[in-house]
């Protein structure tokens, strides 16, 4: 008890007993608590910030920024409004590609079993980019107290729609070519291009909401679970 004594006696005013004499934060302890919480995020934001890769002593570090991206997310973490040139660009693209494929997106899921029109197939293209920017900001908003950032997520979104609008180039081609798609090799280039999408989700969410990455993760994954779910319900109900 002793040896108890004096942390507890420093945390006066932050902590308190109930009826059960049980430790318990009161209202300031629980507004520390949050504060701690945001602060370290942050710094986990900020370190992640700090750490620029270089390209010239490194060359491998160009090869990881193809598959993880941080440099061009911080870039359009700090100014997003200079990036939206390159979100409507990628955005028209893959939605240029997606009619040409003739995928139906369902946010990261690529439908190739309807037949749609060309205006269609990129009104879905489009549409997904944007619920899935509204699903990460509300998950952020709402889990994680996290509010601000909405323009560079925005745009560090449809980044993450790159490996995606690859994967239709790939369908495209291959069909062009009449490989046989049917067999294992094609679903499992798009499981590997959807995690892809889901990390660079992840890294972008992270930047612009100032979120541990690992925090991140979680809400691009319960956006994929969320996707999976929907695209399921699609299927049975067709």
């Known amino acids: ?31 520390a608590y949050k504060l701690m919480i945001e602060t370290s995020d942050q710094l986990s934001s900020n370190r992640a910030r700090g750490k620029q890769p270089n390209l010239t002593t490194k060359p491998l570090t160009g090869i990881a920024e193809i598959f993880y991206p941080k440099t061009l997310l911080l870039s359009v973490s700090d100014k997003p409004v200079l990036h939206i040139p390159l979100a409507v660009i990628i955005v028209a693209f893959g939605a240029w590609v997606a009619t040409r494929a003739n995928l139906r997106f369902v946010l990261v899921f690529p439908d190739s079993q309807t037949t749609i029109s060309p205006s269609l197939g990129a009104v879905f293209f489009i549409v997904s ?16 107290g996290r509010k601000g950032g909405d323009l560079s997520l925005l745009v560090g979104s449809s980044v993450a729609f790159l490996p995606m609008i690859l994967f239709s180039g790939l369908w495209y081609l291959l069909k062009t070519i009449r490989f046989d798609t049917s067999g294992m090799i094609v679903p499992v280039l798009l499981v590997l291009f959807q995690l892809w999408t889901i990390v660079v989700l992840s890294c972008a969410t992270s930047l612009s909401k100032g979120l541990r990455i690992e925090r991140s993760a979680l809400i691009s994954f319960t956006v994929a679970y969320i996707n999976i779910v929907f695209f399921l319900f699609l299927q049975i109900y067709k």
Do not use: M
């Open 1 to 31: 008890v002793q040896t108890c004594a004096l942390p507890i006696y420093a945390l006066n005013g932050l902590i308190t007993q109930d009826e059960q004499h049980k430790y318990v934060l009161t209202r300031q302890g629980k507004q």
């Open 129 to 144: 980019w944007l619920v899935l920017f509204g699903l990460c900001d509300l998950l952020s908003t709402f889990v994680f």
